[in-house]
């Protein structure tokens, strides 16, 4: 409940165009492996229809999502996405890194691409965020 909380708190501050307060860095490192892994590795296994059109096969490449000193690895396959802990291989296709509010609010689509470091294939960073935004009905 902390996180969901959280992300309404920032949508009701940006909506009456307050500052967002800062969500603390474990608050929202936990909301980041939260979010990956309810709404990606469980949701869309559960529920591939919410999906549908946005779920493709990366082939076992790989996005690593990466907030403060946690990071998760993000592969693609038409029947769903999986998250595990990055661990030490740090090696991806594609990189979102950044601090874990930051990270959090990006996942959130509560903020721009300026707010992470994006790096190495546009194309599946895009999907990724497509992904994301079919999951939350936001976009």
Not at 18 to 45: R, S
Not at 57 to 70: F, H, I, K, Q, T
Request: overall charge negative; aromatic content about 8%.
């Amino acid at each position: 409940m902390v996180q969901e909380t959280a992300i309404h708190r920032v949508d009701a501050e940006l909506a009456v165009g307050m500052p967002v307060t800062p969500i603390p860095e474990d608050v929202a490192a936990d909301g980041v492996g939260e979010m990956l892994w309810l709404f990606l590795d469980y949701e869309t296994h559960a529920w591939p229809g919410t999906y549908a059109g946005h779920l493709v096969d990366w082939n076992g490449r790989s996005l690593l999502v990466s907030a403060g000193p946690a990071a998760w690895r993000i592969t693609l396959r038409t029947d769903g996405a999986e998250v595990n802990p990055a661990g030490d291989d740090a090696a991806a296709e594609a990189t979102i890194a950044g601090e874990p509010a930051a990270v959090l609010l990006w996942l959130y689509n509560r903020r721009g691409d300026e707010a992470v470091e994006a790096d190495g294939d546009t194309d599946m960073v895009g999907q990724f965020r497509r992904l994301l935004a079919a999951g939350t009905s936001i976009g």
